[in-house]
Protein backbone atom coordinates (compact mmCIF):
# COMPACT_ATOMS: atom_id res chain seq x y z
CA UNK A 1 0.00 0.00 0.00
CA UNK A 2 1.07 3.61 -0.43
CA UNK A 3 -0.03 6.76 0.37
CA UNK A 4 0.86 10.88 0.41
CA UNK A 5 0.08 13.53 2.61
CA UNK A 6 0.25 16.96 1.55
CA UNK A 7 0.32 19.14 4.48
CA UNK A 8 -0.50 21.97 3.49
CA UNK A 9 -3.91 22.62 1.04
CA UNK A 10 -2.94 26.01 0.85
CA UNK A 11 0.53 28.29 0.79
CA UNK A 12 0.95 31.84 0.39
CA UNK A 13 4.49 33.75 -0.39
CA UNK A 14 5.78 37.09 -1.41
CA UNK A 15 7.44 37.11 -5.01
CA UNK A 16 10.81 36.60 -4.41
CA UNK A 17 11.06 34.39 -0.99
CA UNK A 18 11.40 31.03 -0.81
CA UNK A 19 8.88 28.38 -1.41
CA UNK A 20 8.19 25.40 0.59
CA UNK A 21 5.73 23.02 -0.32
CA UNK A 22 5.93 19.59 2.21
CA UNK A 23 4.82 15.83 1.34
CA UNK A 24 5.16 12.85 3.73
CA UNK A 25 4.70 9.42 1.70
CA UNK A 26 4.17 6.50 3.12
CA UNK A 27 4.80 2.60 0.77
CA UNK A 28 5.27 -0.91 1.53
CA UNK A 29 8.03 -0.76 -1.55
CA UNK A 30 10.74 1.19 -2.03
CA UNK A 31 9.32 3.91 -3.72
CA UNK A 32 9.43 6.49 -6.82
CA UNK A 33 8.72 10.28 -5.66
CA UNK A 34 7.30 12.85 -8.18
CA UNK A 35 6.32 16.44 -8.10
CA UNK A 36 3.87 17.36 -10.41
CA UNK A 37 2.89 20.74 -11.38
CA UNK A 38 -0.99 21.78 -12.39
CA UNK A 39 -1.33 25.65 -13.78
CA UNK A 40 -4.92 26.27 -14.24
CA UNK A 41 -7.05 25.04 -16.90
CA UNK A 42 -3.95 22.83 -17.90
CA UNK A 43 -3.02 19.27 -17.69
CA UNK A 44 -0.39 17.70 -15.02
CA UNK A 45 3.76 18.97 -16.04
CA UNK A 46 6.12 17.13 -14.08
CA UNK A 47 8.75 18.98 -11.84
CA UNK A 48 11.19 16.52 -10.95
CA UNK A 49 11.24 12.72 -9.68
CA UNK A 50 13.12 11.07 -6.95
CA UNK A 51 14.09 7.48 -7.86
CA UNK A 52 16.65 6.14 -5.16
CA UNK A 53 19.70 7.76 -6.82
CA UNK A 54 20.49 11.41 -5.34
CA UNK A 55 18.44 12.27 -2.65
CA UNK A 56 18.36 16.22 -3.71
CA UNK A 57 16.67 15.67 -7.01
CA UNK A 58 16.65 19.38 -8.93
CA UNK A 59 13.80 20.14 -11.29
CA UNK A 60 12.81 22.35 -13.75
CA UNK A 61 12.13 26.01 -12.85
CA UNK A 62 14.28 25.68 -10.38
CA UNK A 63 12.51 23.76 -8.24
CA UNK A 64 14.35 20.98 -5.76
CA UNK A 65 13.34 18.20 -3.51
CA UNK A 66 14.93 16.51 -1.24
CA UNK A 67 14.05 12.48 -0.07
CA UNK A 68 14.80 12.30 3.16
CA UNK A 69 13.96 8.14 4.65
CA UNK A 70 14.02 8.57 8.17
CA UNK A 71 11.70 11.46 7.89
CA UNK A 72 9.45 10.01 5.09
CA UNK A 73 9.26 12.81 3.61
CA UNK A 74 10.07 14.41 0.03
CA UNK A 75 9.34 18.25 0.45
CA UNK A 76 9.48 20.59 -2.60
CA UNK A 77 11.66 24.25 -2.30
CA UNK A 78 12.69 27.00 -4.33
CA UNK A 79 14.50 29.69 -3.56
CA UNK A 80 13.04 32.61 -4.92
CA UNK A 81 9.00 32.26 -6.35
CA UNK A 82 7.96 34.09 -9.45
CA UNK A 83 4.38 35.04 -10.00
CA UNK A 84 4.60 32.42 -13.16
CA UNK A 85 5.00 29.73 -10.15
CA UNK A 86 1.14 30.18 -9.09
CA UNK A 87 -0.58 26.85 -9.40
CA UNK A 88 -1.51 23.31 -7.93
CA UNK A 89 1.51 21.30 -7.25
CA UNK A 90 0.57 17.46 -6.19
CA UNK A 91 3.27 14.96 -4.87
CA UNK A 92 2.92 11.49 -5.98
CA UNK A 93 4.44 8.22 -4.77
CA UNK A 94 4.67 4.98 -7.58
CA UNK A 95 6.41 1.64 -6.34
CA UNK A 96 9.99 1.20 -8.15
CA UNK A 97 8.92 -2.28 -8.73
CA UNK A 98 5.72 -3.82 -9.11
CA UNK A 99 2.58 -2.34 -8.62
CA UNK A 100 1.87 -1.52 -12.75
CA UNK A 101 3.61 1.96 -12.69
CA UNK A 102 -0.06 2.93 -10.39
CA UNK A 103 0.71 6.79 -9.26
CA UNK A 104 -0.64 7.68 -6.05
CA UNK A 105 -1.31 11.55 -5.58
CA UNK A 106 -1.11 14.06 -2.90
CA UNK A 107 -4.47 15.82 -2.15
CA UNK A 108 -2.78 18.56 -3.84
CA UNK A 109 -1.00 22.27 -2.41
CA UNK A 110 -2.33 25.51 -4.05
CA UNK A 111 0.64 27.62 -4.31
CA UNK A 112 -0.64 31.65 -4.60
CA UNK A 113 1.82 33.94 -5.22
CA UNK A 114 1.72 37.79 -4.28
CA UNK A 115 3.76 40.95 -5.03
CA UNK B 1 3.77 18.09 -31.33
CA UNK B 2 1.04 16.82 -28.99
CA UNK B 3 2.48 14.17 -27.05
CA UNK B 4 -0.79 12.77 -25.35
CA UNK B 5 -3.66 14.31 -26.65
CA UNK B 6 -7.51 14.22 -25.54
CA UNK B 7 -10.96 14.83 -27.41
CA UNK B 8 -12.80 16.97 -26.78
CA UNK B 9 -11.32 19.60 -23.98
CA UNK B 10 -14.92 20.17 -22.72
CA UNK B 11 -17.81 18.09 -23.08
CA UNK B 12 -21.58 19.44 -21.45
CA UNK B 13 -24.44 16.57 -21.79
CA UNK B 14 -27.30 15.45 -20.57
CA UNK B 15 -28.02 12.44 -17.76
CA UNK B 16 -28.83 9.70 -19.24
CA UNK B 17 -26.58 9.92 -21.82
CA UNK B 18 -23.65 8.26 -23.38
CA UNK B 19 -20.17 9.67 -24.33
CA UNK B 20 -17.02 9.39 -25.37
CA UNK B 21 -13.45 10.33 -24.66
CA UNK B 22 -10.30 10.14 -27.25
CA UNK B 23 -7.06 9.55 -26.21
CA UNK B 24 -3.86 9.48 -28.23
CA UNK B 25 -0.43 9.25 -27.14
CA UNK B 26 2.35 9.95 -29.85
CA UNK B 27 5.80 9.01 -27.15
CA UNK B 28 6.00 5.34 -28.19
CA UNK B 29 5.05 4.36 -24.29
CA UNK B 30 3.40 0.85 -24.13
CA UNK B 31 1.30 1.82 -20.89
CA UNK B 32 -1.63 4.50 -20.71
CA UNK B 33 -4.05 5.95 -18.28
CA UNK B 34 -6.71 7.29 -17.25
CA UNK B 35 -7.33 9.38 -14.11
CA UNK B 36 -10.54 11.24 -12.75
CA UNK B 37 -9.87 14.36 -10.91
CA UNK B 38 -12.88 15.68 -8.94
CA UNK B 39 -14.42 18.78 -8.19
CA UNK B 40 -11.50 19.37 -5.08
CA UNK B 41 -8.74 18.44 -7.48
CA UNK B 42 -8.32 15.30 -6.17
CA UNK B 43 -6.54 12.80 -8.67
CA UNK B 44 -7.21 8.97 -8.85
CA UNK B 45 -6.29 6.07 -11.05
CA UNK B 46 -9.19 4.38 -12.90
CA UNK B 47 -7.60 1.98 -15.70
CA UNK B 48 -4.50 1.42 -17.09
CA UNK B 49 -4.01 -0.97 -20.05
CA UNK B 50 -0.14 -2.00 -21.00
CA UNK B 51 0.24 -3.42 -24.84
CA UNK B 52 -3.67 -3.25 -25.18
CA UNK B 53 -4.08 -5.14 -21.93
CA UNK B 54 -6.13 -4.39 -18.71
CA UNK B 55 -3.36 -4.12 -16.12
CA UNK B 56 -4.92 -1.95 -13.69
CA UNK B 57 -9.19 -1.60 -12.91
CA UNK B 58 -9.82 0.32 -9.64
CA UNK B 59 -13.44 0.27 -8.18
CA UNK B 60 -15.15 2.45 -11.02
CA UNK B 61 -18.61 1.47 -11.79
CA UNK B 62 -19.10 -0.44 -15.12
CA UNK B 63 -20.62 2.30 -17.09
CA UNK B 64 -17.09 2.69 -17.59
CA UNK B 65 -15.58 1.17 -20.11
CA UNK B 66 -12.42 1.91 -21.79
CA UNK B 67 -11.24 0.46 -24.77
CA UNK B 68 -7.51 0.37 -26.32
CA UNK B 69 -7.46 -0.08 -30.32
CA UNK B 70 -3.58 -0.27 -29.75
CA UNK B 71 -1.26 0.86 -27.59
CA UNK B 72 -0.86 4.60 -28.99
CA UNK B 73 -4.64 4.96 -28.26
CA UNK B 74 -6.98 4.71 -25.07
CA UNK B 75 -10.38 5.73 -25.39
CA UNK B 76 -12.90 6.26 -22.22
CA UNK B 77 -16.76 5.57 -23.12
CA UNK B 78 -18.77 6.04 -20.28
CA UNK B 79 -22.82 4.86 -21.05
CA UNK B 80 -25.81 6.74 -19.06
CA UNK B 81 -24.36 9.15 -17.35
CA UNK B 82 -24.95 11.10 -14.14
CA UNK B 83 -24.22 14.20 -12.48
CA UNK B 84 -21.73 12.56 -10.22
CA UNK B 85 -19.64 11.67 -13.63
CA UNK B 86 -18.70 15.32 -13.39
CA UNK B 87 -15.15 15.95 -13.30
CA UNK B 88 -12.02 16.75 -15.19
CA UNK B 89 -10.53 13.05 -16.89
CA UNK B 90 -6.75 12.86 -17.91
CA UNK B 91 -5.25 10.43 -19.87
CA UNK B 92 -1.53 9.40 -19.30
CA UNK B 93 0.87 7.20 -21.13
CA UNK B 94 4.34 5.63 -19.58
CA UNK B 95 6.73 2.95 -19.72
CA UNK B 96 5.27 -0.24 -18.11
CA UNK B 97 6.77 -2.05 -15.43
CA UNK B 98 9.08 0.45 -14.20
CA UNK B 99 7.70 2.92 -11.10
CA UNK B 100 10.71 5.15 -11.81
CA UNK B 101 9.64 6.24 -14.85
CA UNK B 102 7.42 9.11 -15.22
CA UNK B 103 3.39 9.48 -16.63
CA UNK B 104 2.85 11.92 -19.27
CA UNK B 105 -0.25 13.86 -19.43
CA UNK B 106 -2.60 15.44 -21.81
CA UNK B 107 -4.62 18.03 -21.08
CA UNK B 108 -8.08 16.58 -20.02
CA UNK B 109 -11.42 16.55 -20.30
CA UNK B 110 -13.54 18.65 -18.51
CA UNK B 111 -17.09 16.82 -18.53
CA UNK B 112 -20.10 18.51 -17.12
CA UNK B 113 -22.84 16.51 -16.72
CA UNK B 114 -26.45 18.30 -16.65
Known amino acids: AQSVTQLDSHVSVSEGTPVLLRCNYS??????LFWYVQHPNKGLQLLLK??????LVKGINGFEAEFKKSETSFHLTKPSAHMSDAAEYFC?????????????FGTGTQLKVEL | DTAVSQTPKYLVTQMGNDKSIKCEQN?????MYWYKQDSKKFLKIMFS???????INETVPNRFSPKSPDKAHLNLHINSLELGDSAVYFC?????????????FGQGTRLTVV
Open chain 2, 92 to 104: ASSHHGQGTTEAF
Open chain 1, 27 to 32: SSYSPS
Open chain 1, 50 to 55: YTSAAT
Open chain 1, 92 to 104: VVSPITGGGNKLT
Open chain 2, 27 to 31: LGHDT
Open chain 2, 49 to 55: YNNKELI
